[in-house]
């Protein structure tokens, strides 16, 4: 079965670009997940996506979207990169929007 | 909203002894989920346990247990028979259901556990 996988591992970005992150969903689950884990903190849950649409979302500002595709891959992307966006992005899938979350090892993105 | 508490942000522990995670919640739901993730300094988070709110028995998954408290509405973790390798941080999580079919994991602050030999 394969697991939850996130490209690319480490990101460096300046100020004010855009970027994408993708994360391939574990085989069978159609509920994706995204949290922001900045350095010495817990995750933090940005959206969470059910069959192609975005349903749940968390304080984060609208330069923060998301897609899932037909697959139940999706992408992270965010636009007018800010320094305090510089954390670890994780994805997370699951069977259902119930059931236990099986994270990605996520990706490292650091703004200069 | 819900809050997960880890009042430990270290705890050391030698190999083959068995050490206690501590996490306590506050949630106004009367059903919820609460979860272990093991974080390696590689980052990925693991899923270790899962204790559902009407569960009755306490969720054990090999060396791991849930001690379920619900009055107390606490949910700690204990690893029995320490090995090196569970050297890593250790996050508690609650599910909270949102609008719909949606829900989220509120995480606690974590807990970095070290065994020693």
């Known amino acids: 079965e394969t697991g939850v996988t996130q490209s690319p591992t480490h990101l460096i970005k300046t100020r004010g670009q855009q970027v994408t992150l993708r994360c391939s969903s574990q085989?069978?689950?159609?509920?994706v997940s995204w949290y922001q884990q900045a350095l010495g903190q817990g995750p933090q849950f940005i959206f969470q996506?059910?069959?192609?649409?975005?349903?749940g979302r968390g304080n984060f500002p609208p330069r923060f979207s998301g897609l899932q595709f037909p697959n139940y891959s999706s992408e992270l992307n965010v636009n007018a990169l800010e320094l305090d966006d510089s954390a670890l992005y994780l994805c997370?899938?699951?069977?259902?929007?119930?059931?236990?979350?099986?994270f990605g090892d996520g990706t490292r993105l650091s703004i200069l | 909203a819900q809050k997960i508490t880890q009042t430990q942000p270290g705890m050391f522990v030698q190999e083959k002894e068995a050490v206690t995670l501590d996490c306590t919640y506050d949630?106004?739901?009367?059903?919820?989920?609460l979860f272990w993730y093991k974080q390696p300094s590689s980052g990925e988070m693991i899923f270790l346990i899962y204790?559902?709110?009407?569960?009755?028995q306490n969720a054990t998954e090999g060396r791991y247990s849930l001690n379920f408290q619900k009055a107390r509405k606490s949910a700690n973790l204990v690893i029995s028979a320490s090995q090196l390798g569970d050297s890593a941080m250790y996050f508690c999580?609650?599910?909270?259901?949102?609008?719909?079919?949606?829900?989220?994991?509120?995480f606690g602050t974590g807990t970095r556990l070290q065994v020693t030999l």
């Open positions: 997370a899938s699951s069977y259902d929007t119930n059931q236990p979350q099986h």
């Open positions: 085989s069978g689950h159609n509920t």
């Open positions: 996506y059910y069959r192609e649409e975005e349903n």
């Open positions: 949630t106004s739901d009367q059903s919820y989920g």
């Open positions: 204790q559902g709110s009407y569960d009755e």
């Open positions: 999580a609650m599910r909270e259901f949102l609008t719909g079919t949606a829900s989220k994991l509120t």
